[in-house]
Every structure is written in C-alpha cells, then in structure tokens.
C-alpha cells in the first residue's frame, strides 16, 4: 500500500506544471520514475525491490543533482534576464517604487535640515525628486515614443526653473517664513517634508503612467491643446515672478504691495501660471493612458488647484497681505478691482497712488 502511494506521488510530480514548463521537481521524479521501471521496481509483486534498492539509491542522488543543476541553470537565465533589463532600459519600477525613491529624497532632506535647523534646501529638494522620479521612469521605461519626451521635457524643463528660482530667492531673503518656526519642531518639520513628497508624487502621476507605458500613441489634436495650455501657463508663471522680483529689487518700493504688470490684473498671477502648466501636463499625457485607471491622475491638476486655492498658496498670501497692509485704504481698493487668480483686464481704472 505505501509502495502505491509512493508510485502515485512519483507519477503525479513527473507531470509537466499547469504553465506548460518542467519544474526541478518534476524533472527529478520523472527521473526516479524512469530509474524505478529500468530496475524492475514497478514488477509485479514488486520483484526486485530489496536487490535494487542500494543502485537505485544512488542514481536517485545523481538525479536529484542534474535537477538541481537544472534548476540553478533556469535561475541565472533569470537573474541575467534582469540584468539586461536594466542595461536595456526596460527595469520595472512600478508606482509604489517611485513613490518610495520620492519619499526617501525628502525624509533624508528631513534629517538634515532638522539637524540644522534650516529650510534653505527644501524647494531645491522638492525639485530634485521631481527631476529624478521624471528621469529615472523615462529611462527605466524604455523610452519610446514622442509623448515621452514631450510630458517629461514639460515637466524637467518647469523644475529647472522654478526650482532654481526659488533657490535664489531664499538665498537673497535668507530664509522662508513659512518655516520659522516649524524649523525648530522636527515633528511638525517631518510632516512639511512629508507632504512635499506626497505633492510631487501625486503631481507627476500622469507623467510616471505615460513614461510607464508600453505602446507609446502618436501625438494628436488634443495634445497640442495640452501644449498650448502648458506653455501659457509657464509664459505666465515665469513673467509674473520676473515682474515681482524686478518690483522688489528697486529701494522705493520696499514695504509696498506689487500693482504693476500681470500683478494690477490679478494678485496671484503666479498661481494662475502654475495651474495651467499641470493642466497642460494632463491634457498632453491623457491621450496616451492605456489603461482606464490611469485617468485617475486627473488627481494631478486638481490637487494642485485645490493646494494653491485652499491651503498653501492663496490663503497665505492673502493672510500676510491683510497683517501689512489691511489697514491702508489703498491696498483695499486694490482687492476690490482685482481679480484673485486669472488675469483679466480692468474696464475702468481705479488705481490709487
């Protein structure tokens, strides 16, 4: 009875996996199995049981080696498979590693900055994550189609220089007022890096599923929309923050409000840019998504809004403003003929000097 049992398991693992493929395990029993019929151990009666038993104990060993040496061999194909892979540029990232090269950039930005107590390199940490997650997918995707470059060079091309904007002007003003005292609470420190890297992560998502996309789509109408709309808002952001610095940069206006240029048309011109560039981005990588889930990234333009609308940007501002200059009837009528965010001209000119 144990002898059929064992014939039964012997015959069971000898045939082939369900995926078609020959596992080091069944290799071995199809082996034994073979060993076993050429001794006579599958006889009737089971002939010749005891008298074979020490020469099928050894071949059973020598073929429990060629499995394992076959099964070694099939493991190094593999290893080397992914070896080339990452020479090739075809290396499978996915998003949750992404996410996690984004969160450790920022929380080895943390350490240090609350080490020292200094804010100075947080928006230049913030735009290398996106440099780096940007590139490294481009390239860890097996660059390949025009949309590509397109999104990405959209995206390397506003981190280069909001980034070194930003960067220059702390380095002017040095420091940020945002992270006064934060800076000195490494707990409340921690959460601002935190949600840098959850703002860059969620910001890139159009762009880290098309850079993560096999069958690149030719670009097509709606992408020279996205186009278009990128490049207006970048044109706006970058005119807005060369009007207010040049603004800043001349003594008499020291301790007055900007009302000059895009900023007598709207307060938050730079905001306004900003939106519109991740608009953009969405609208250029929507057309290439190959998959329905991935239009969830719309999350991307409208996290922005919301941020820059509701919590960071524009309340902020408008806070300062009011502590400044809330009590100068000048600065109220400026709030009142102008717009908050999109540009648009006055139909009737109220300024007051």
């Known amino acids: 009875m144990k002898h059929q049992v064992a014939l039964n398991l012997t015959r069971k693992l000898a045939q082939p996996s369900k995926e078609g493929g020959v596992t080091g395990l069944s290799l071995l029993a199809r082996r034994s199995l073979l060993t076993s019929r050429r001794l006579g151990l ?4 089971g002939r010749g049981l005891l008298g074979g038993g020490a020469t099928v104990g050894a071949l059973m060993w020598q073929d429990a ?4 040496a076959h099964s070694l061999h099939t493991s190094s194909g593999l290893l080397s498979s992914s070896a080339s892979s990452l020479f090739t540029g075809r290396l499978e990232m996915g998003l949750l590693g992404w996410l996690a090269v984004d969160v450790a950039i920022n929380w080895a930005g943390w350490a240090v900055a609350s080490a020292f107590k200094t ?12 440099l780096t997650l940007t590139a490294g997918s481009l390239v860890a995707g097996g660059a390949s189609g025009a949309r590509k470059f397109v999104v990405s060079g959209m995206v390397m091309a506003w981190a280069v220089r909001l980034g070194s904007y930003l960067v220059t002007r702390v380095m002017k003003t040095g420091g940020d007022a945002r992270f006064d005292e934060v800076k ?14 959850v703002w860059v992560f969620v910001t890139l998502l159009p762009v880290l599923c098309i850079n993560g996309g096999r069958s690149p789509v030719p670009l097509g109408p709606l992408d020279a929309l996205g186009i278009a709309v990128y490049g207006l808002g970048m044109a706006l952001e970058v005119t807005a923050d060369w009007q207010k610095a040049a603004w800043k940069a001349r003594p008499e206006n020291k ?5 000059e240029g895009l900023w007598s048309l709207s307060r938050h011109p730079n905001y ?7 608009w953009g981005v969405f609208l250029t990588c929507a057309p290439g998504f190959g998959a329905a889930w991935q239009y969830v990234s719309v999350a991307s333009p409208v996290v922005v ?7 960071s940007g524009v309340p902020l501002l408008e806070e300062m403003g009011e502590k400044r200059w809330g009590s ?13 965010l999109l540009p648009l001209p006055r139909f009737k000119d109220t300024h007051v000097n």
């Open 305 to 311: 809004m919301l941020l820059l609308r509701y919590v």
């Open 42 to 45: 599958l006889g009737r009666g």
């Open 272 to 278: 306004c840019g900003e939106m519109m560039i991740w």
């Open 184 to 197: 000195h609470q490494p707990g409340k420190f921690f959460v601002y890096w935190t949600m840098q890297a």
């Open 255 to 259: 301790g007055r409000f900007i009302d």
């Open 65 to 68: 080696g060629a499995a394992i």
């Open 119 to 130: 804010e100075k390199f947080y928006d230049l940490l913030g735009s290398v994550s996106f």
């Open 328 to 340: 100068e009837p000048a600065f109220q009528e400026y709030k009142a003929r102008t717009n908050l």
